[in-house]
């Protein structure tokens, strides 16, 4: 059984920052690429940031530049540093992660959410 825990999300000011966080817990043999995907009302769930194994990055446009993924393989973590943000930004925040468990195949695995309110 695998696990994706995000944290890190809330209400910040329009120009403000904030950190999320998302570890992976269960029977892992390996951990291939690790993102954020975003979701706000009314839109289709899209691709934030993902990182891969070998730490290669990719971004939205809209995010570029203010947005900075990362992982720490050791602790099963990936992190999103989030900065400048705008209203835009508002949306459910879900944790993704392409995992081999043990004895088994990659698999797709996906955090619970956590909402990111950017409003004055």
């Known amino acids: 059984q695998v696990q994706l825990v995000e944290s890190g999300g809330g209400l910040v000011q329009p120009g403000g920052s904030l950190r999320l966080s998302c570890v992976a817990a269960?029977?892992?043999?390996?951990?291939?690429?690790m993102g954020w995907y975003r979701q706000a009302p009314g839109k289709q769930r899209e691709l934030a940031a993902i990182?891969?194994?070998?730490?290669?990055?990719n971004y939205a446009d809209s995010v570029k530049g203010r947005f900075t993924i990362s992982r720490d393989n050791a602790k099963r973590t990936v992190y999103l540093q989030m900065n400048s943000l705008k209203p835009e930004d508002t949306a459910v925040y879900y944790c993704?992660?392409?995992?081999?468990?043990?004895?088994?195949?990659?698999?797709?695995?996906w955090g619970q959410g956590t909402q990111v309110t950017v409003s004055s």
């Open positions: 993704y992660s392409a995992i081999k468990t043990t004895g088994g195949v990659f698999t797709a695995y």
């Open positions: 269960g029977s892992i043999a390996s951990i291939a690429a």
């Open positions: 990182i891969t194994s070998g730490l290669s990055t």
